[in-house]
């Protein structure tokens, strides 16, 4: 049985295991190891394991998939005239691809990263998914994000106008990592999705019963998202006009 | 505007990974039909997302567009209706040793439903390290926390799969 006293060397034994410790690290842990005989059969327990998940089967994808995405690999470059429905013919999920793939191509420039702040957000609500730095001080939280983001993103407080800050975390919309700040509003949590952009315009939407205003300033995108009344919530967009965005 | 050069040269991207996008969305959301809805839409996505793509590892980027997708359709689910985990009822048998559990075809199944029973965040780490074999840094990228987290999420699944593997000795 486990020695409570080797909790300390377990993560490095499962670093071990899977080739992820250091030259120095592997030689105090030989060292231990050597002469705990429980270390040694924490160690036996992981391989055991490990040899059993790696025999689980890895699924192959379906055919037809594999047809259609081979296909739009092939596809002629733009400058030669696309045979859209014949370089398709590949079963019916090819065509259904094909068909998204076309309507995609018919949607204006660039994928709407403010839709997709929804599903972020719903995600987000999951329980332990909301932040993953939990302060009310501005000055915690945006340090924070240094190092985990290629920018910096404003973070402001609002607790005086009864919008405080609750955290940040690092989200992912468009392909990009952004910042998301967390506000609480009543029982209500808002989302503020933050990244570099230089799009213009602002935007309300109100989609799967959320409520969406997205607005730019300072060369960043702001998506606010919540199941906040559309007033209030644009009463928080407010606020950071009022604060300079 | 996603043209025809962007097609192709995000499935070109894709494509080598494609079996990889598929088992990850298959032990995520745990239903065929479902994790090819999802591979699609993660296919679409990621076309869309295709002139932000500056990654160096290509694998590591097209399992987080489709972990994320994956995860969409799942929170998406829950709301629907919270649907109690099927947990597998696990066959006892006396003759086992720990290390011997997961030897033959029975201990490969039960270990294939401890997996399916874990929580998603450690059933998505285990399966990143163990059947796709990506690193601690890409399976932190991959799921989107620290490297901390994915060491102790990796351990606390392994020690469940192995307690539900001990739990089948009486
Ligand atoms: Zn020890």
């Given at each position: 049985?486990?020695?409570?006293a080797?909790e300390?060397w377990?993560l490095?034994?499962?670093?071990d295991?899977?080739g ?5 690290e592997?030689?105090d842990l030989?060292?231990h ?5 429980a ?5 036996d ?8 998940l790696r025999?689980?089967p890895?699924?192959?994808?379906p055919?037809a998939l ?6 739009q690999?092939?596809m002629?470059?733009a400058?030669?005239?696309?045979r ?9 999920l090819g ?6 793939i076309?309507?995609?191509?018919l949607?204006p ?8 702040a929804?599903?972020?957000h719903?995600?987000?609500?999951q329980p ?5 730095v939990?302060?009310?001080d501005?000055?915690?939280v945006k340090?924070?994000?240094n190092g ?11 607790a005086s ?7 940040g975390?690092?989200d ?6 952004v910042?998301?700040?967390v506000?609480?509003?009543d ?7 933050v990244?570099?952009s ?6 309300e ?13 300072g060369?960043?995108r702001?998506?606010?998202?919540s199941?906040?009344n559309?007033a209030?919530l644009?009463?928080?967009a ?8 | 505007?996603?043209d025809?050069?962007d097609?192709s040269?995000?499935a070109?991207?894709?494509?080598p ?6 088992s990850l969305a298959r ?8 994790a090819?809805?999802v591979?699609?839409e993660a ?5 869309t997302?295709?002139?932000?793509y500056?990654?160096?590892n ?5 399992l987080?567009?489709v ?5 969409d359709?799942m929170?998406?689910?829950?709301r ?5 985990l ?10 086992r040793s720990?290390e011997?559990?997961?030897?033959d075809a029975e201990g490969r ?10 929580p998603?965040e450690?059933?998505?780490c ?7 074999d ?9 799921a989107?926390v620290?490297?901390g987290t ?10 469940m799969?192995?307690g539900?593997a001990?739990?089948r000795?009486?």
């Amino acid at each position: 049985m486990t020695n409570p006293a080797c909790e300390r060397w377990h993560l490095l034994l499962q670093a071990d295991h899977d080739g992820e410790l250091t030259a120095s690290e592997a030689t105090d842990l030989m060292v231990h190891l050597a002469g705990c005989a429980a270390c040694r059969a924490e160690r036996d327990g992981l391989a055991a394991l490990s040899e059993g998940l790696r025999a689980l089967p890895r699924h192959a994808a379906p055919a037809a998939l594999r047809a259609a995405l081979t296909r739009q690999a092939a596809m002629p470059p733009a400058a030669a005239p696309p045979r859209p429905r014949r370089a398709w013919a590949g079963g019916a999920l090819g065509l259904a691809l094909a068909a998204c793939i076309a309507a995609v191509m018919l949607l204006p420039r660039a994928p709407d990263p403010d839709a997709a702040a929804i599903a972020s957000h719903i995600r987000a609500l999951q329980p332990g998914h909301l932040t993953d730095v939990l302060s009310s001080d501005q000055h915690t939280v945006k340090p924070w994000f240094n190092g985990r983001l290629d920018y910096a993103p404003p973070v402001r407080d609002f607790a005086s106008a009864g919008y405080p800050l609750l955290g940040g975390r690092l989200d992912y919309l468009a392909g990009r990592d952004v910042a998301a700040l967390v506000y609480g509003r009543d029982r209500h949590i808002i989302d503020l999705f933050v990244w570099p952009s230089d799009q213009s315009g602002s935007a309300e939407h109100v989609a799967s019963g959320y409520n969406t205003v997205a607005w730019n300033g300072g060369g960043m995108r702001f998506v606010a998202v919540s199941d906040l009344n559309m007033a209030e919530l644009r009463g928080f967009a407010a606020l950071w006009g009022d604060a300079g965005r | 505007m996603a043209d025809t050069d962007d097609a192709s040269r995000f499935a070109r991207i894709a494509l080598p990974h494609l079996d990889a996008a598929f088992s990850l969305a298959r032990w995520l959301v745990r239903d065929a039909a479902l994790a090819e809805d999802v591979v699609q839409e993660a296919m679409l996505r990621g076309l869309t997302y295709i002139r932000s793509y500056r990654e160096e590892n290509p694998k590591a980027w097209v399992l987080r567009i489709v972990r994320t997708t994956a995860f969409d359709h799942m929170a998406q689910q829950r709301r629907v209706a919270e649907v109690p985990l099927d947990h597998a009822a696990e066959l006892p048998d006396p003759q086992r040793s720990p290390e011997a559990a997961f030897a033959d075809a029975e201990g490969r199944t039960a270990l294939a439903r401890a997996v399916a029973a874990l929580p998603d965040e450690l059933r998505e780490c285990i399966v990143l390290r163990e059947l796709e074999d990506m690193s601690y840094r890409d399976i932190a990228r991959i799921a989107g926390v620290p490297l901390g987290t994915v060491m102790s999420r990796l351990w606390r699944a392994r020690q469940m799969l192995r307690g539900a593997a001990l739990e089948r000795q009486p």
